[in-house]
């Protein structure tokens, strides 16, 4: 069997060798180019490939790939919504990805960067870089004081839900499916306007789908309480970039985390030093002192890239051995 791998990284590149090591019978090789119509013809001789989301993947992408006779594709990360779906099934792909390579790595961030936006660190951090080292008016807000939104209760939203717990504070969550854990703690309220009656944080974990786009807009932080932070470390077209920075300007959002931006393609993940930030809005989000911006790092740690790679390759055998994979994307 042969795997060719797309946007292999310098730092996936190790655990691609330990893969390899422990799977002496498959052939793999590997490019840290990013899958692209023009280079789909490198994998042509392969039974597989593996790739992560950076770029859309269009039809055209897809049709190359079928051109070049692949037809399973085994994905490093757990977004799908970059992927022209229709196509992937028209066209007789099996496609995996990986749901949990490490909810942890999500939910660290997200509690770490909610308790720096509430005691106000990004500020106090300005004040001290120019030797101003008064207290006021750099007051925090204790993350014990605060009822949480926690809107998606998959298994990152799950793992965050635990943090937040640790620290003391109230919780309310909404999610279309019910998890039993989340259930049996009474956490569930209705409807999403009742959580933003209640909350005083708000954080997403929901994938971008049709219904979730732009569901943080003028009318949704209109519902929501007065100096309210919210969060999102899941898809940038889940905020209506335009709404959040009026919510910003008009006092009504205390503050904001960001780990994604709803044009991060193509900006995210490469160097602007020198050349400036290509992206105005964003430029503005990234100078304000109550905003916390970081380029789609919520997921990069050690611990979940290893586990990215490991379990990309490991499904993508699966389905060359014509086994079913672990974690299949339904087409
Ligand atoms: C995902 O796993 O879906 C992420 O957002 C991580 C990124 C490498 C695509």
């Given at each position: 069997a042969k795997i060719f791998a797309y946007s292999i990284r310098k730092d996936e590149a190790p655990y691609v060798e330990e893969w390899k090591k422990a799977h002496p019978d498959v052939e793999v090789e590997y490019t840290d180019a990013l899958l692209t119509p023009e280079n789909a013809n490198l994998a042509k001789g392969a039974d597989g490939v593996v790739t992560?989301?950076?770029?859309?993947?269009?039809?055209?992408?897809?049709?190359?790939?079928?051109?070049?006779?692949?037809?399973?594709?085994?994905?490093?990360?757990?977004?799908?919504?970059?992927?022209?779906?229709?196509?992937?099934?028209?066209?007789?792909?099996?496609?995996?990805?990986?749901?949990?390579?490490?909810?942890?790595?999500?939910a660290e961030h997200a509690i770490v960067q909610a308790a720096r936006i509430l005691r106000q660190d990004k500020r106090m951090d300005d004040k001290m870089a120019r030797g101003d080292m008064r207290w006021a008016p750099t007051i925090g807000r204790e993350v014990r004081d605060q009822t949480f939104g926690i809107i998606g209760t998959g298994h990152i939203g799950r793992v965050f839900m635990?943090?937040?717990?640790?620290?003391?504070?109230?919780?309310?969550?909404?999610?279309?499916?019910?998890?039993?854990?989340?259930?049996?703690?009474?956490?569930?309220?209705?409807?999403?306007?009742?959580?933003?009656a209640q909350a005083d944080v708000i954080s997403?974990?929901?994938?971008?789908?049709?219904?979730?786009?732009?569901?943080?807009?003028?009318?949704?932080?209109?519902?929501?309480?007065?100096?309210?932070?919210?969060?999102?470390?899941?898809?940038?077209?889940?905020?209506?970039?335009?709404?959040?920075?009026?919510?910003?300007?008009?006092?009504?959002?205390?503050?904001?985390?960001?780990?994604?931006?709803?044009?991060?393609?193509?900006?995210?993940?490469?160097?602007?030093?020198?050349?400036?930030?290509?992206?105005?809005?964003?430029?503005?989000?990234?100078?304000?002192?109550?905003?916390?911006?970081?380029?789609?790092?919520?997921?990069?740690?050690?611990?979940?890239v290893r586990e990215m790679v490991m379990q990309a390759f490991d499904n993508n055998l699966l389905m060359i051995q014509g086994k079913e994979p672990n974690t299949p994307v339904k087409l």
């Amino acid at each position: 069997a042969k795997i060719f791998a797309y946007s292999i990284r310098k730092d996936e590149a190790p655990y691609v060798e330990e893969w390899k090591k422990a799977h002496p019978d498959v052939e793999v090789e590997y490019t840290d180019a990013l899958l692209t119509p023009e280079n789909a013809n490198l994998a042509k001789g392969a039974d597989g490939v593996v790739t992560y989301q950076q770029l859309p993947y269009k039809a055209d992408t897809i049709e190359a790939l079928h051109e070049a006779g692949i037809s399973k594709w085994s994905l490093r990360n757990i977004g799908i919504d970059n992927i022209d779906l229709k196509k992937a099934k028209e066209l007789g792909f099996t496609l995996t990805n990986v749901p949990v390579y490490s909810p942890n790595a999500i939910a660290e961030h997200a509690i770490v960067q909610a308790a720096r936006i509430l005691r106000q660190d990004k500020r106090m951090d300005d004040k001290m870089a120019r030797g101003d080292m008064r207290w006021a008016p750099t007051i925090g807000r204790e993350v014990r004081d605060q009822t949480f939104g926690i809107i998606g209760t998959g298994h990152i939203g799950r793992v965050f839900m635990n943090l937040v717990e640790a620290f003391g504070a109230k919780i309310v969550a909404y999610d279309k499916f019910h998890n039993d854990e989340v259930e049996k703690k009474g956490y569930y309220v209705n409807s999403l306007d009742e959580l933003y009656a209640q909350a005083d944080v708000i954080s997403l974990h929901v994938p971008s789908l049709p219904e979730n786009i732009h569901m943080i807009n003028d009318e949704s932080i209109a519902k929501m309480k007065d100096d309210v932070v919210i969060m999102n470390v899941s898809r940038g077209d889940l905020i209506d970039t335009d709404a959040l920075l009026r919510g910003l300007d008009s006092g009504k959002v205390f503050g904001a985390v960001l780990d994604t931006y709803e044009d991060e393609v193509g900006i995210f993940n490469a160097n602007w030093d020198q050349k400036g930030v290509p992206d105005a809005r964003l430029d503005d989000l990234i100078h304000r002192d109550n905003v916390l911006v970081t380029p789609h790092t919520a997921f990069y740690t050690t611990h979940a890239v290893r586990e990215m790679v490991m379990q990309a390759f490991d499904n993508n055998l699966l389905m060359i051995q014509g086994k079913e994979p672990n974690t299949p994307v339904k087409l």
